[in-house]
């Protein structure tokens, strides 16, 4: 798996800064973990280490937005505007309403 680098560059960079409201360091920071393979990343609410993500987007371009969850206290976050790094988990639009991706869950 390719490393995803950057992950504010992979999910658009500066758009994402300006379109973030308001941005969340934490889930940013845990789903940047999670896009290098970082084994055990804990919950910012809960601190279990059942966390998910997964992007959505358009399937051409695999741009769309990327959400991160936790299965243990259904607490997470979504970023819009981001784009799909190759080897994430993806969804384009359809599949994902297809699949219930992502599911529901409370954002904090
Ligand atoms: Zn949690």
Do not use: K, N
């Not at 937005?65 to 976050?77: D, K, L, N, P, Q």
Request: hydrophobic residues 40%; contains cysteine; proline residues 10%.
């Amino acid at each position: 798996m390719p490393d995803p680098g950057d992950v504010t560059d992979d999910l658009g960079g500066d758009e994402l800064a300006d379109r973030a409201s308001p941005p969340s360091g934490e889930w940013l920071a845990a789903l940047g973990a999670l896009l290098r393979d970082v084994p055990g990343v804990a919950c910012p609410v809960c601190a279990s280490p059942d966390l998910r993500h997964v992007f959505v987007g358009e399937a051409g371009t695999r741009i769309g937005f990327v959400t991160i969850w936790s299965e243990h206290c259904r607490r997470g976050f979504w970023f819009s505007r981001a784009r799909a790094p190759a080897g994430a988990p993806f969804c384009s639009f359809a599949d994902a309403e297809r699949q219930g991706l992502p599911p529901s869950f409370v954002v904090q």
